[in-house]
């Protein structure tokens, strides 16, 4: 999101701070100059302020049909809205607390006089919101599931390309050559995984690369939406042979078949815009302006671990299921996959260990604040799922997997640690020989 940021920051700042100007000056002006004016007028000029802020977008905020904006003016439009959001809450909290009794009265017996409108309106606005996101569903390539999308693949690819131009000039002095040696495994790796499904149309809509980042401390891979896919050597060296390779390729290039990216944007859409009605009420109802920047940024973290976090671990997940089918496909051994999750998950819980060293650091992780699944969940759940892999890897007309289950290879390794472990806490203990016992204490036979 960083990166977005930048591009909002060069190509939209002057439009948006224009109009957030105009909103904050007239909005704080209405306040200090006209502080009695009825609730009418305060409707009005507010309904006008926010009408100006439309002007970025001139088509309608509703669209009964799949019509869609631009990523980046909607971004530009959600930041922008927050902040307008806050101002016009905090002005009608301060309007409402210093006028006087009798007007107060008045506007309550208005509100009360018209609240058969007032439930009509936001009635209305509710099934347009329904509308909105029903008529903006599409279905998830493979898996068959519902998901909204907001924006057009177009939009997305031209949103892509910026991102992918801007890790490529975040890494260009880590980048390896696209003839060495690791690179050129990737991509034999990778190359091996697309012909073996190229019967998926997903497959021929994106442009594919690998490019390896030299950097052995970061332990990661990621994909771009269009096919554009990063490795670090961290990662290479966990894996412990073509197999493993394949089966985080597969992981990665089933995020890009299943276009999570999109659907990742648009998720972060419409939570935004549920956050800007909260902040317009928080800022509308709470006492002071403490309070309120408390209760906001409290909220936005119990939306994050309600909605964000968990909506991501399921796309992580989904992504695992895809990119095990992926590698079936393609002949690798899908054990490896499984054993690969498991070996991460003791390199997680034993992080920090050096054999030369005196200490062992234990990480402990809270999953549900995490965007990822454990790896202990994850090589449980595929394990559960390998029967199946294994079946259709046969149906492919693989050749037969090998004897020996690297899985078995695994849980040695985590007894081995748990051996070290246990034996290290003993080191600096002498055991002392036991005293000879005396007759008269002797048991008699």
């Known amino acids: 999101m960083a990166s977005i940021g930048l591009l909002l920051c060069r190509r939209s700042t002057r439009m948006v701070s224009q109009v957030m100007a105009r909103n904050v000056v007239k909005t704080c002006c209405k306040h200090s100059v006209r502080s009695k004016q009825t609730v009418t007028q305060m409707s009005k000029e507010l309904f006008r302020h926010q ?3 439309i002007v970025l977008n001139h088509k309608c905020w509703i669209h009964l049909s799949p019509q869609r904006r631009n990523p980046l003016v909607s971004i530009v439009i959600r930041q922008a809205a927050k902040f307008v959001a806050l101002l016009t809450g905090r002005a009608m909290r301060k309007w409402w607390r210093e006028l006087p009794p009798n007007k ?22 509710v099934l347009l919101s329904i509308a909105y996101y ?31 131009e801007v890790q490529l ?26 012909n073996a499904n190229n019967d998926l149309p997903q497959i021929h809509d994106h442009e594919w690369s ?10 990661n891979a990621f994909v771009m939406p269009s096919g554009q896919i990063f490795v670090f050597t961290g990662m290479l060296a966990i894996c412990d042979n073509d197999q493993q390779l394949g089966s985080v390729l597969a992981h990665e290039m089933a995020h890009a078949v299943l276009a999570h990216g999109a659907e990742l944007v648009s998720h ?3 939570i935004d815009m549920l956050f800007i009605c909260l902040i317009g009420i928080i800022w509308t109802i709470l006492p002071t302006d403490i309070t309120a920047t408390i209760t906001t940024g409290i909220s936005r973290l119990i939306m994050n671990v309600i909605l964000d976090t968990p909506y991501s671990r399921m796309l992580e997940t989904e992504a695992d299921v895809v990119g095990l089918e992926l590698a079936a496909k393609a002949c690798f051994d899908v054990r490896e996959t499984s054993a690969f999750w498991h070996k991460m998950s003791i390199i997680e819980s034993t992080e920090g260990i050096q054999f030369s060293s005196d200490d062992i650091k234990i990480a402990v992780k809270t999953e549900f604040l995490s965007t990822h699944p454990s790896h202990e969940t994850r090589y449980h759940y595929l ?8 079946k259709l890897r046969d149906k492919c007309n693989c050749p037969q997997l ?17 051996d070290y472990h246990k034996n290290k806490r003993k080191e600096g203990v002498l055991i002392l020989p036991k005293p000879p016992v005396p007759q008269n204490l002797q048991p008699r036979s």
Do not use: C
Request: zero cysteines.
């Open 51 to 53: 009408s100006e802020s």
């Open 104 to 125: 107060r009265e008045i506007v309550t017996k208005w509100l009360s006089r018209h609240k058969w409108k007032f439930g009509f309106a936001f009635l209305s606005a």
């Open 134 to 164: 029903l008529s903006h569903l599409e279905e998830t390539p493979i898996t068959r599931r519902k998901r909204f999308i907001a924006f057009t693949p177009k939009q997305l690819k031209d949103l892509n390309n910026y991102e992918f």
């Open 169 to 194: 000039e975040t890494y260009k002095n880590k980048l390896l050559s696209s003839s060495h040696e690791v690179s050129r495994r990737v991509a034999r790796v990778a190359t091996q995984l697309l």
């Open 210 to 219: 690998v490019s390896v980042v030299d950097d052995i401390n970061h332990k």
């Open 268 to 270: 972060a859409h419409l």
């Open 383 to 390: 394990d559960s799922l390998m029967d199946d892999a294994i």
């Open 402 to 418: 090998p004897k020996h289950d690297p899985r078995l290879t695994v849980e040695l390794l985590k007894k081995n640690i748990a």
